[in-house]
């Protein structure tokens, strides 16, 4: 079965203390890995699309990578207005065959960074 | 430009009532999908659309019905809800095979 899984499901840090969110996955095929920020009672925001292991984007403090079982989001020097929840999502391969972007989402790591 | 709106923020039925959750979005995109959002099970598809007329199901589709007669509007019904109908619903759309998918604000229902 296709599973993403997220870790930690909550993190705590201060603000300036760096740290990581896992995405790993179990799936038959992946064709792209995807990123999102939630904020509390807001829909989610695309952040990064990444396509093959070794790949790496950045925006600001974060920067995505991906692996052959995992992505990771690194924060560095967080701020209080990076709190959010994080969603990972993955498209299979099985699913681009068919037209529209039919997403596997994980549950989430939910960040809070405190001044 | 607005983006992707959804209508209405908030909702309460009570069980076997019907209701119609109306999305909008105005980047001309042609595909349109709904979630669910349930804490702990994180973000379902329920139905999706590759086009005006055509509507496919997702994950979880039961309970459910979909229609897409204008490019821009999506529409998700429920005809006869229940309480595990109660969830946070959330519309998206994408411009075809950019991947990149653009959500709307979530309409909250509770079935009672």
């Known amino acids: 079965e296709d599973q993403v899984t997220q870790s930690p499901e909550a993190l705590r840090l201060q603000e300036g203390e760096s740290s990581s969110l896992n995405c790993s996955y179990t799936?038959?095929?992946?064709?792209?890995l995807f990123w999102y920020r939630q904020d509390p009672g807001k829909g989610p925001e695309f952040l990064f699309t990444?396509?093959?292991a070794g790949e790496e984007k950045e925006k600001e403090r974060l920067k995505a990578t991906l692996t052959k079982k995992e992505s990771f989001l690194h924060i560095t020097a967080p701020k209080p207005e990076d709190s959010a929840t994080y969603l990972c999502?993955?498209?299979?391969?099985?699913?681009?065959?068919?037209?529209?972007?039919?997403?596997?989402f994980g549950k989430g790591t939910t960040l809070s960074v405190s001044s | 430009n607005a983006g992707v709106t959804q209508t209405p923020k908030f909702r309460v039925l009570k069980t076997g009532q019907s209701m119609t959750l109306l999305c909008a979005q105005d980047?001309?995109?042609?595909?349109m999908y709904w979630y669910r959002q349930d804490p702990g099970m994180g973000l379902r598809l329920i139905h999706y659309?590759?086009?005006?007329?055509?509507?496919a199901k997702g994950e979880v589709p039961d309970g459910y019905n979909v229609s897409r007669l204008k490019k821009q509007n999506f529409l998700l019904g429920l005809e006869s809800a229940a309480p595990s109908q109660t969830s946070v619903y959330f519309c998206?759309?994408?411009?075809?095979?950019?991947?990149?998918?653009?959500f709307g604000p979530g309409t909250r229902l509770t079935v009672t």
């Open positions: 980047m001309n995109h042609e595909y």
């Open positions: 999502a993955v498209l299979l391969r099985s699913r681009v065959d068919q037209a529209g972007t039919a997403l596997i």
């Open positions: 799936v038959s095929g992946l064709r792209g």
């Open positions: 990444l396509y093959s």
């Open positions: 659309s590759v086009g005006e007329g055509t509507t």
């Open positions: 998206a759309s994408e411009l075809a095979g950019a991947y990149e998918q653009y």
